[in-house]
């Protein structure tokens, strides 16, 4: 089981507001394109390559944050804890796509098979006239939980999902910096 508490906790704040940046400058990239698409996903998968540009500038330039691949699609490792795809919701907040064996098998388990990091994606919902960006969410297919992305960039560390404090249990990620902007040294 992948914690909320634990992601939130190596996102942190300014991972927080990078992910909103990314997204909603994707939006922006795509509406400013001027062309609309009239198929979702056909726009999602615009939007989606759009992240992706911003993520590998933006998110790849936050300390503790490396872009890994998985058949030839990015993802982000956070502290070498977790990683992080960007991805779009509906209005229930899940993701959309059709399941493949792979995706299915990563909703149960919350890892892909070759890969032994646990899962989640930050992404957006839009509005209900789908004009624009209502929401930026990390979601975990396996655990079920959302993160919303303003609340934690607002600095609120505490998870929404109930959190069972487990005393004989070590939690390393707590040693564990957020992922953050890089400092340069004076």
């Not at 992948?2 to 939130?8: P, T, Y």
């Not at 804890?81 to 993701?95: A, E, F, G, I």
């Not at 796509?97 to 899962?119: C, H, I, K, M, W």
Request: aromatic fraction near 6%.
């Amino acid at each position: 089981m992948l914690s909320e508490a634990m992601v939130r906790h190596i996102v942190g704040p300014e991972g927080a507001q990078v992910m909103i940046d990314i997204t909603h400058g994707a939006w922006r990239d795509y509406v400013s394109e001027g062309r609309p698409r009239f198929h979702r996903s056909t726009r999602a998968a615009i939007v989606w390559d759009y992240m992706v540009i911003r993520a590998n500038a933006e998110l790849c330039d936050l300390e503790g944050v490396r872009r890994d691949e998985r058949h030839d699609r990015p993802l982000y490792v956070l502290r070498e804890s977790v990683m992080v795809r960007p991805k779009m919701h509906d209005r229930q907040l899940l993701t959309r796509n059709y399941p493949t064996r792979a995706q299915r098998q990563v909703r149960r388990s919350g890892y892909f098979p070759e890969l032994d990091l646990p899962n989640v994606m930050f992404g957006y919902k839009l509005d209900a006239a789908e004009a624009g960006v209502e929401q930026c969410v990390i979601t975990s297919p396996a655990d079920e939980w959302i993160i919303d992305l303003d609340d934690l960039a607002a600095g609120n560390m505490a998870p929404t999902q109930t959190l069972i404090e487990m005393p004989d249990l070590d939690a390393p990620w707590r040693a564990l910096d957020s992922i953050r902007l890089r400092r340069s040294n004076p």
